[in-house]
């Protein structure tokens, strides 16, 4: 709220940004890692940051949707992707088939103080 000219209250309009969206973290080691990504794993790591649900730690890969969506025909393809994502720890394993724990260093799709909040370092 903010007072107008004559001291009444009057609530402020602010503009939302109401399409979803994840955030990938900008950081020297980041980018140095994508270059060791092949095109592949660069396509599904794109994928992955389009399908991360908001504020949520993991995510299920349906891998038949995104080998469509993909134009890949051999699951050889797809898995040597996935494993270079493990590999170099954008992912990884879950005890859940085609679920996997999203590393929230490299990308996020919330808040991550409030999903994290062991992890706040107060300064």
């Given amino acids: 709220y903010k007072k107008d000219k004559d001291g009444v209250w009057l609530p402020v309009q602010k503009e939302l940004e109401v399409t979803r969206s994840c955030k990938v973290y900008l950081t020297k ?19 992955l940051i389009y399908e991360t649900e908001s504020n949520s730690e993991w995510v299920w890969i349906n891998k038949v949707r995104y080998m469509k969506e993909a134009g890949i025909t051999s699951v050889n393809t797809y898995k040597a992707a996935l494993n270079e994502l493990i590999k170099l720890n ?30 706040i370092v107060r300064k």
């Fill in 90 to 119: 954008y992912i990884q394993l879950s005890i859940i088939k085609d679920t996997y724990w999203i590393n929230p260093d490299c990308f996020f799709n919330g808040n991550r103080v409030n999903v994290f909040t062991k992890n």
């Fill in 29 to 47: 080691d980041n980018r140095s890692t994508m270059f060791k990504l092949s095109p592949r794993a660069k396509e599904l790591l794109m994928w």
